[in-house]
Protein backbone atom coordinates (compact mmCIF):
# COMPACT_ATOMS: atom_id res chain seq x y z
CA UNK A 1 0.00 0.00 0.00
CA UNK A 2 1.57 3.23 -0.86
CA UNK A 3 1.88 5.82 1.50
CA UNK A 4 1.11 10.02 1.58
CA UNK A 5 2.92 12.58 3.31
CA UNK A 6 2.86 16.63 3.46
CA UNK A 7 5.11 19.38 3.96
CA UNK A 8 3.35 22.93 5.17
CA UNK A 9 5.51 25.87 5.84
CA UNK A 10 5.37 28.10 9.47
CA UNK A 11 2.58 30.67 9.21
CA UNK A 12 3.32 33.99 9.08
CA UNK A 13 0.89 36.27 10.52
CA UNK A 14 -1.87 35.32 13.70
CA UNK A 15 -4.58 34.96 10.69
CA UNK A 16 -2.49 32.15 9.24
CA UNK A 17 -1.34 30.32 11.85
CA UNK A 18 -5.73 29.99 13.16
CA UNK A 19 -6.34 28.71 9.03
CA UNK A 20 -3.07 26.59 9.50
CA UNK A 21 -4.60 24.72 12.63
CA UNK A 22 -7.94 23.89 10.95
CA UNK A 23 -5.51 22.68 7.92
CA UNK A 24 -3.48 20.29 10.19
CA UNK A 25 -6.60 18.97 11.43
CA UNK A 26 -7.75 17.81 7.78
CA UNK A 27 -4.15 16.57 7.23
CA UNK A 28 -3.95 14.17 10.18
CA UNK A 29 -7.54 13.17 10.07
CA UNK A 30 -6.09 11.01 7.09
CA UNK A 31 -3.39 9.80 8.87
CA UNK A 32 -0.07 10.56 6.50
CA UNK A 33 3.34 8.80 7.10
CA UNK A 34 4.69 12.36 8.59
CA UNK A 35 4.00 16.02 7.66
CA UNK A 36 6.89 18.11 7.64
CA UNK A 37 7.57 21.90 8.52
CA UNK A 38 10.04 23.92 6.05
CA UNK A 39 12.47 26.03 8.37
CA UNK A 40 13.78 29.45 6.89
CA UNK A 41 16.79 30.69 5.66
CA UNK A 42 19.31 31.63 8.47
CA UNK A 43 16.98 30.41 10.92
CA UNK A 44 14.32 32.78 10.48
CA UNK A 45 11.14 30.99 11.13
CA UNK A 46 13.46 28.74 13.93
CA UNK A 47 10.16 29.59 16.71
CA UNK A 48 7.52 29.50 14.38
CA UNK A 49 8.72 26.02 13.21
CA UNK A 50 9.62 24.26 16.12
CA UNK A 51 5.50 25.71 17.48
CA UNK A 52 4.36 24.13 14.35
CA UNK A 53 5.93 21.03 15.01
CA UNK A 54 5.16 20.79 18.90
CA UNK A 55 1.37 20.71 17.55
CA UNK A 56 1.91 18.16 15.49
CA UNK A 57 3.40 16.55 18.17
CA UNK A 58 0.24 16.35 20.05
CA UNK A 59 -1.63 14.66 17.34
CA UNK A 60 -1.13 10.79 16.28
CA UNK A 61 1.16 12.27 13.38
CA UNK A 62 4.94 12.23 13.14
CA UNK A 63 6.04 15.88 12.52
CA UNK A 64 9.70 16.20 10.62
CA UNK A 65 11.52 19.24 11.09
CA UNK A 66 13.48 20.84 7.91
CA UNK A 67 16.89 22.43 8.81
CA UNK A 68 19.15 24.66 6.37
CA UNK A 69 23.25 25.30 7.46
CA UNK A 70 23.63 28.19 5.67
CA UNK A 71 26.12 30.83 7.90
CA UNK A 72 25.73 28.41 10.87
CA UNK A 73 28.25 28.23 13.17
CA UNK A 74 28.88 24.01 14.89
CA UNK A 75 28.12 25.79 17.74
CA UNK A 76 25.05 27.69 16.33
CA UNK A 77 23.75 24.28 14.35
CA UNK A 78 24.30 21.82 17.22
CA UNK A 79 22.57 24.25 19.63
CA UNK A 80 19.29 24.01 17.39
CA UNK A 81 19.70 20.46 16.43
CA UNK A 82 19.61 19.60 20.27
CA UNK A 83 16.56 22.04 20.90
CA UNK A 84 14.52 19.89 18.40
CA UNK A 85 15.85 16.75 19.44
CA UNK A 86 14.76 17.66 23.40
CA UNK A 87 11.43 18.94 21.99
CA UNK A 88 11.07 15.24 20.75
CA UNK A 89 11.63 15.94 17.02
CA UNK A 90 13.33 12.64 15.61
CA UNK A 91 12.56 13.09 11.76
CA UNK A 92 14.71 15.79 10.29
CA UNK A 93 15.05 16.55 6.43
CA UNK A 94 18.69 18.22 5.99
CA UNK A 95 19.16 20.99 3.78
CA UNK A 96 22.18 23.13 3.18
CA UNK A 97 19.86 26.53 1.75
CA UNK A 98 20.02 28.84 -0.74
CA UNK A 99 22.28 32.09 -0.15
CA UNK A 100 20.99 34.77 1.28
CA UNK A 101 19.47 37.58 -0.60
CA UNK A 102 22.24 39.67 -2.37
CA UNK A 103 24.59 37.39 -1.91
CA UNK A 104 26.52 34.67 -4.90
CA UNK A 105 27.65 31.07 -5.02
CA UNK A 106 31.05 32.76 -4.80
CA UNK A 107 30.34 34.89 -1.76
CA UNK A 108 31.07 33.57 1.74
CA UNK A 109 27.67 32.54 3.19
CA UNK A 110 28.45 28.83 4.11
CA UNK A 111 29.46 28.97 7.79
CA UNK A 112 31.36 26.16 9.36
CA UNK A 113 29.01 23.48 7.24
CA UNK A 114 29.29 23.58 3.80
CA UNK A 115 26.89 21.18 2.84
CA UNK A 116 23.79 19.14 3.26
CA UNK A 117 26.13 15.75 4.00
CA UNK A 118 27.99 17.49 6.71
CA UNK A 119 24.56 18.71 8.06
CA UNK A 120 23.40 15.00 8.61
CA UNK A 121 26.71 13.87 10.10
CA UNK A 122 25.98 16.68 12.95
CA UNK A 123 22.27 15.32 13.49
CA UNK A 124 23.34 11.87 13.40
CA UNK A 125 26.46 13.24 15.95
CA UNK A 126 24.36 15.38 18.26
CA UNK A 127 22.21 12.38 18.67
CA UNK A 128 24.56 9.79 19.43
CA UNK A 129 26.22 12.21 22.30
CA UNK A 130 22.55 12.78 23.32
CA UNK A 131 21.54 9.08 23.72
CA UNK A 132 24.53 6.88 23.13
CA UNK A 133 22.26 4.38 24.34
CA UNK A 134 19.09 2.39 25.94
CA UNK A 135 18.04 0.04 28.10
CA UNK A 136 15.50 -2.38 27.17
CA UNK A 137 13.86 -5.29 28.70
CA UNK A 138 14.55 -8.57 28.22
CA UNK A 139 11.65 -10.61 27.70
CA UNK A 140 11.37 -13.56 30.12
CA UNK A 141 13.27 -11.72 32.53
CA UNK A 142 11.13 -9.53 34.46
CA UNK A 143 13.22 -6.01 35.66
CA UNK A 144 16.47 -7.16 33.57
CA UNK A 145 17.76 -4.94 31.34
CA UNK A 146 20.02 -5.54 27.91
CA UNK A 147 22.25 -2.07 26.67
CA UNK A 148 21.30 -1.37 23.22
CA UNK A 149 22.62 1.72 20.66
CA UNK A 150 20.19 4.83 21.75
CA UNK A 151 17.32 5.93 19.39
CA UNK A 152 18.06 6.32 15.51
CA UNK A 153 16.30 9.52 13.82
CA UNK A 154 15.28 9.48 10.11
CA UNK A 155 17.16 11.90 7.87
CA UNK A 156 15.58 13.08 4.94
CA UNK A 157 17.74 14.72 1.60
CA UNK A 158 16.75 16.72 -1.16
CA UNK A 159 16.96 15.26 -4.53
CA UNK A 160 16.40 16.67 -7.68
CA UNK A 161 14.53 14.53 -10.38
CA UNK A 162 15.71 17.30 -13.46
CA UNK A 163 19.00 18.56 -11.95
CA UNK A 164 19.69 20.92 -8.87
CA UNK A 165 19.83 24.37 -10.92
CA UNK A 166 23.79 25.11 -9.65
CA UNK A 167 24.87 21.45 -10.48
CA UNK A 168 27.76 20.83 -13.46
CA UNK A 169 26.39 17.85 -14.69
CA UNK A 170 24.25 14.22 -13.32
CA UNK A 171 26.86 13.04 -12.24
CA UNK A 172 27.69 15.44 -9.42
CA UNK A 173 23.83 15.11 -8.18
CA UNK A 174 24.85 11.48 -7.80
CA UNK A 175 27.94 11.81 -6.09
CA UNK A 176 26.13 14.61 -4.21
CA UNK A 177 23.22 12.11 -3.30
CA UNK A 178 25.70 9.34 -2.45
CA UNK A 179 27.75 11.47 -0.70
CA UNK A 180 24.46 12.45 1.60
CA UNK A 181 23.55 8.35 1.75
CA UNK A 182 27.27 7.56 3.33
CA UNK A 183 26.76 10.68 6.15
CA UNK A 184 23.98 8.91 7.03
CA UNK A 185 20.94 9.85 5.32
CA UNK A 186 18.26 7.19 5.16
CA UNK A 187 15.54 9.13 2.97
CA UNK A 188 15.26 11.23 0.08
CA UNK A 189 12.38 13.86 -0.88
CA UNK A 190 12.60 15.33 -4.39
CA UNK A 191 12.08 18.62 -5.74
CA UNK A 192 8.64 19.34 -7.54
CA UNK A 193 8.42 18.03 -10.98
CA UNK A 194 5.69 17.76 -13.23
CA UNK A 195 6.00 14.43 -15.40
CA UNK A 196 6.57 10.82 -14.23
CA UNK A 197 8.71 9.79 -16.38
CA UNK A 198 11.30 12.89 -14.93
CA UNK A 199 11.15 10.87 -11.42
CA UNK A 200 11.30 7.20 -12.61
CA UNK A 201 14.01 7.93 -15.29
CA UNK A 202 15.95 9.82 -11.78
CA UNK A 203 15.66 6.36 -9.71
CA UNK A 204 16.88 4.26 -12.17
CA UNK A 205 19.46 6.32 -12.40
CA UNK A 206 20.38 6.64 -8.67
CA UNK A 207 19.71 2.75 -8.42
CA UNK A 208 22.21 2.22 -10.65
CA UNK A 209 24.88 4.48 -8.80
CA UNK A 210 24.35 2.82 -5.64
CA UNK A 211 21.73 4.95 -3.71
CA UNK A 212 19.46 2.42 -1.57
CA UNK A 213 17.69 4.90 0.41
CA UNK A 214 14.12 5.57 -0.66
CA UNK A 215 13.19 8.38 -2.57
CA UNK A 216 9.84 10.04 -2.53
CA UNK A 217 8.50 12.19 -5.23
CA UNK A 218 7.63 15.22 -4.38
CA UNK A 219 4.57 17.05 -6.09
CA UNK A 220 2.13 19.83 -5.85
CA UNK A 221 -1.56 20.44 -7.36
CA UNK A 222 -0.76 23.92 -9.21
CA UNK A 223 -4.40 25.32 -9.45
CA UNK A 224 -3.74 28.34 -11.44
CA UNK A 225 -1.32 29.94 -14.12
CA UNK A 226 0.32 32.33 -11.83
CA UNK A 227 0.77 29.93 -8.92
CA UNK A 228 3.02 27.40 -12.08
CA UNK A 229 4.60 30.61 -13.06
CA UNK A 230 5.77 31.74 -9.58
CA UNK A 231 6.70 27.91 -8.63
CA UNK A 232 8.87 27.22 -11.58
CA UNK A 233 10.51 30.90 -10.35
CA UNK A 234 11.04 29.51 -6.88
CA UNK A 235 12.52 26.40 -7.89
CA UNK A 236 14.19 26.99 -11.06
CA UNK A 237 12.91 24.31 -13.24
CA UNK A 238 11.61 24.09 -16.99
CA UNK A 239 7.91 25.18 -17.28
CA UNK A 240 5.68 22.49 -18.16
CA UNK A 241 4.20 24.30 -21.54
CA UNK A 242 1.49 21.07 -21.65
CA UNK A 243 -0.20 21.84 -18.19
CA UNK A 244 0.65 25.81 -18.21
CA UNK A 245 -1.82 25.47 -21.85
CA UNK A 246 -4.19 23.81 -20.15
CA UNK A 247 -4.42 26.30 -16.92
CA UNK A 248 -4.43 29.36 -19.34
CA UNK A 249 -7.15 28.09 -21.45
CA UNK A 250 -9.34 27.10 -18.97
CA UNK A 251 -12.40 29.42 -18.61
CA UNK A 252 -12.94 30.05 -15.32
CA UNK A 253 -10.99 28.78 -11.54
CA UNK A 254 -12.93 26.42 -11.37
CA UNK A 255 -11.89 24.93 -14.44
CA UNK A 256 -8.36 25.31 -13.41
CA UNK A 257 -8.91 23.98 -9.72
CA UNK A 258 -9.79 20.95 -12.26
CA UNK A 259 -7.31 20.63 -14.30
CA UNK A 260 -4.61 21.02 -11.93
CA UNK A 261 -6.31 18.54 -9.89
CA UNK A 262 -6.27 16.20 -12.53
CA UNK A 263 -2.80 16.50 -13.88
CA UNK A 264 -1.32 16.15 -10.56
CA UNK A 265 -3.40 13.21 -9.45
CA UNK A 266 -2.63 11.62 -13.10
CA UNK A 267 1.07 12.12 -12.16
CA UNK A 268 0.17 10.57 -8.68
CA UNK A 269 -0.76 6.98 -10.77
CA UNK A 270 2.01 7.21 -12.81
CA UNK A 271 4.33 7.21 -9.75
CA UNK A 272 2.80 4.65 -8.00
CA UNK A 273 2.62 2.62 -10.94
CA UNK A 274 5.99 3.08 -11.63
CA UNK A 275 7.00 2.08 -8.51
CA UNK A 276 7.03 4.83 -6.11
CA UNK A 277 6.34 3.48 -2.70
CA UNK A 278 4.02 6.77 -1.59
CA UNK A 279 3.69 10.40 -2.67
CA UNK A 280 5.19 13.47 -0.81
CA UNK A 281 2.59 16.25 -1.48
CA UNK A 282 3.31 20.03 -0.75
CA UNK A 283 0.39 21.80 0.63
CA UNK A 284 0.93 25.54 0.08
CA UNK A 285 -0.60 24.76 3.87
CA UNK A 286 -4.31 24.26 2.00
CA UNK A 287 -5.63 20.96 2.58
CA UNK A 288 -8.30 21.06 -0.08
CA UNK A 289 -6.68 20.15 -3.25
CA UNK A 290 -3.49 17.64 -1.92
CA UNK A 291 -7.06 15.79 -0.16
CA UNK A 292 -8.81 16.15 -3.51
CA UNK A 293 -5.71 14.61 -5.35
CA UNK A 294 -5.17 11.77 -3.00
CA UNK A 295 -9.02 10.73 -3.54
CA UNK A 296 -8.89 10.66 -6.84
CA UNK A 297 -5.57 8.96 -6.68
CA UNK A 298 -7.77 6.53 -4.77
CA UNK A 299 -5.06 6.39 -2.17
CA UNK A 300 -7.93 8.48 0.16
CA UNK A 301 -11.76 7.03 0.18
CA UNK A 302 -14.23 9.67 1.44
CA UNK A 303 -14.52 8.23 4.43
CA UNK A 304 -11.01 8.74 5.58
CA UNK A 305 -11.60 12.48 5.39
CA UNK A 306 -14.84 14.97 6.21
CA UNK A 307 -14.58 18.52 5.32
CA UNK A 308 -15.28 21.31 7.66
CA UNK A 309 -16.48 24.52 6.57
Known amino acids: MSTFSFEMYPPRSTAAALAMGKTIDQLVETGPEFISVTYGASGSTRDASLDVLRHLMSTTVAPMAHLTCIGWTYQDATAVIREFLDAGITNFLAIRGDPPEGQSEGDDFLGDLKSAGELVQLIQMVQSEREPFAQLDVPGFPGSKRIARGAKVTIGVAAFPNGHPRSRSVQQ ?13 NLAITQLFFHADEYLRFVDVARAAGVTMRILPGIMPVVSPAR ?36 TARLGEELIAGGATGLHLYTYNQHKAVLDVLRAVGILTTNQTREHV
Open 173 to 185: DLDTLLAKQAAGA
Open 228 to 263: LKRMIELIDETMPTDLLARLVTAETPERQYAVGIEH
